[in-house]
C-alpha cells in the first residue's frame, strides 16, 4: 500500500474527513483523493460517504493493505488468495535480498512442516512466513522458533484458546488430565548463513483458526473448536507485533517458553539423527535445547523429534 492511501487511511480513522480537507492535508488534488478512495474501496476498505466527508466504517478485509492498516511491526505484507507454500515465497524474497517481509496466504496448497512432512492448509487457517535478517549467529537461530511459538500462543491465549508449547514448535492444546494434547499450530524455521553469522531467517507460522476441526488430521484442533472464529487481520497483526517484540528481546525468550511449555515435566521420547532418547524433560536452556533426564544422565538435545510418553 502506498504513502498516500496510508496517509487517508490515518486520517479517516480518527473520524469523518473530508475530500477537499484530505486533498490539502495531503498536497493532492480532490481527484486524486478520489481515486485513492476508491482503490481502498477496492481492496475491501468499507468506505462510506456521508454529510461530512468520507468515513471508514469497517475493516473486514483478509488482504495486504488490511494487515499493513494499523500494525504496529515494521512488516511488509505479501498476500496471496493461494500459494504452494508461503516459506517457499519467503525464501525466494529472501534470496532476493528481502527483510521484514510477512508472506500471507488464505490456502497453501503445498504447504509442509518439520521434516517435509505435509501440512493441511485451508482456506480459513493463518498461513504466514516472516523474513528475518538479524545479526544473531547460527547458534542462537533456534530462539527465533520459540520466539514464534510463544508469540503464537500468546495470541491463541488472547483468543481464548488455552495454548501450550511442545517442544521445539509446535503450540498445543491440553485434552483431560492424561497429558494428551491436539496440535493447533506448528513453525517451521528455514535458514541461509554462515558459521558464524545468519544471512537470513524465514519464519512460518501455520495456525489451524477459523476451520472445522473434524475436517483436520487426526490429533488437531482449531481456534474455531475451542474458542469461536477469530478476526484473522487482527490475529496476524498481533502475531506479528508479539514476534517482533520478542525478537527485539531474545532474553525474554526462553523464560516466556517456560512459562508455557508443556513439555517440561514431562517423559519423552526424542528421535534424532544420533539416536533415540527416553526421559524426563526438565528444562530448555537460553538457546532452546531440551535439557533430557534419562537413566544414563543428562542429555541436552538442540534438534529432534520429541513425542511425549503416557506416564510409567
Same mark, same amino acid.
Given at each position: 500500500?502506498?504513502? !498516500?492511501?496510508?496517509?487517508?487511511?490515518?486520517?479517516?480513522?480518527?473520524?469523518?474527513?473530508?475530500?477537499?480537507?484530505?486533498?490539502?492535508?495531503?498536497?493532492?488534488? $480532490?481527484?486524486?483523493?478520489?481515486?485513492?478512495?476508491?482503490? =481502498?474501496?477496492?481492496?475491501?476498505?468499507?468506505?462510506?460517504?456521508?454529510? +461530512?466527508?468520507?468515513?471508514?466504517?469497517?475493516?473486514?478485509?483478509?488482504?495486504?493493505?488490511?494487515?499493513?492498516?494499523?500494525?504496529?511491526?515494521?512488516?511488509?505484507?505479501?498476500?496471496?488468495?493461494?500459494?504452494?507454500?508461503?516459506?517457499?515465497?519467503?525464501?525466494?524474497?529472501?534470496?532476493?535480498?528481502?527483510?521484514? %517481509?510477512?508472506?500471507?496466504?488464505?490456502?497453501?496448497?503445498?504447504?509442509?512442516?518439520?521434516?517435509? $512432512?505435509?501440512?493441511?492448509?485451508?482456506?480459513?487457517?493463518?498461513?504466514?512466513?516472516?523474513?528475518?535478517?538479524?545479526?544473531?549467529?547460527?547458534?542462537?537461530?533456534?530462539?527465533?522458533?520459540?520466539?514464534?511459538?510463544?508469540? !503464537?500462543?500468546?495470541?491463541?491465549?488472547?483468543?481464548?484458546?488455552?495454548?501450550?508449547?511442545?517442544?521445539?514448535?509446535?503450540?498445543?492444546?491440553? %485434552?483431560?488430565?492424561? #497429558?494428551?494434547?491436539?496440535?493447533?499450530?506448528?513453525?517451521?524455521?528455514?535458514?541461509?548463513?554462515?558459521?558464524?553469522?545468519?544471512? /537470513?531467517?524465514?519464519?512460518? @507460522?501455520?495456525?489451524?483458526?477459523?476451520?472445522?476441526?473434524?475436517?483436520?488430521?487426526?490429533?488437531? +484442533?482449531?481456534?474455531?473448536?475451542?474458542?469461536?472464529? %477469530?478476526?484473522?487481520?487482527?490475529?496476524?497483526?498481533?502475531?506479528?507485533?508479539?514476534?517482533?517484540?520478542? $525478537?527485539?528481546?531474545?532474553?525474554?525468550?526462553?523464560?516466556? /517458553?517456560?512459562?508455557?511449555? =508443556?513439555?517440561?515435566?514431562?517423559?519423552?521420547?526424542?528421535?534424532?539423527?544420533?539416536?533415540?532418547? @527416553?526421559?524426563?524433560?526438565?528444562?530448555? !536452556?537460553?538457546?532452546?535445547?531440551?535439557? %533430557?533426564?534419562?537413566?544414563?544422565? $543428562?542429555?541436552?538435545?538442540?534438534?529432534? #523429534?520429541?513425542?511425549?510418553?503416557?506416564?510409567?
Amino acid at each position: 500500500m502506498n504513502d !498516500t492511501r496510508r496517509a487517508i487511511l490515518a486520517a479517516l480513522a480518527d473520524g469523518p474527513v473530508s475530500g477537499p480537507e484530505l486533498a490539502e492535508s495531503l498536497d493532492i488534488s $480532490r481527484a486524486a483523493v478520489w481515486k485513492h478512495i476508491e482503490g =481502498l474501496r477496492e481492496a475491501d476498505f468499507e468506505i462510506e460517504s456521508g454529510p +461530512t466527508g468520507y468515513e471508514l466504517a469497517a475493516v473486514e478485509a483478509y488482504n495486504a493493505p488490511a494487515v499493513e492498516f494499523e500494525l504496529e511491526a515494521p512488516f511488509s505484507v505479501e498476500y496471496h488468495d493461494s500459494v504452494g507454500s508461503t516459506n517457499d515465497r519467503a525464501r525466494e524474497l529472501a534470496g532476493e535480498g528481502a527483510t521484514n %517481509v510477512a508472506v500471507l496466504a488464505d490456502e497453501q496448497t503445498g504447504g509442509r512442516g518439520r521434516l517435509e $512432512r505435509e501440512w493441511s492448509a485451508p482456506a480459513g487457517g493463518v498461513w504466514v512466513s516472516i523474513v528475518t535478517r538479524p545479526t544473531i549467529t547460527p547458534a542462537q537461530a533456534p530462539l527465533y522458533t520459540l520466539a514464534a511459538s510463544v508469540a !503464537t500462543a500468546d495470541v491463541a491465549r488472547e483468543a481464548g484458546v488455552d495454548a501450550r508449547i511442545k517442544w521445539p514448535n509446535d503450540v498445543v492444546v491440553p %485434552v483431560g488430565e492424561d #497429558d494428551d494434547y491436539r496440535k493447533l499450530a506448528g513453525i517451521l524455521t528455514e535458514m541461509e548463513g554462515q558459521t558464524d553469522r545468519v544471512e /537470513w531467517l524465514v519464519v512460518g @507460522v501455520g495456525v489451524n483458526a477459523n476451520l472445522d476441526a473434524d475436517a483436520l488430521p487426526e490429533g488437531a +484442533t482449531s481456534i474455531r473448536d475451542e474458542a469461536g472464529d %477469530v478476526d484473522r487481520r487482527r490475529f496476524v497483526q498481533r502475531l506479528l507485533e508479539a514476534f517482533d517484540r520478542y $525478537r527485539g528481546d531474545l532474553e525474554a525468550v526462553v523464560p516466556a /517458553w517456560r512459562d508455557l511449555a =508443556l513439555t517440561i515435566g514431562q517423559r519423552v521420547r526424542v528421535d534424532r539423527p544420533a539416536g533415540e532418547i @527416553v526421559g524426563e524433560a526438565i528444562d530448555v !536452556t537460553e538457546s532452546g535445547a531440551l535439557v %533430557v533426564e534419562t537413566d544414563d544422565g $543428562r542429555v541436552t538435545v538442540s534438534a529432534g #523429534d520429541c513425542e511425549h510418553l503416557r506416564p510409567v
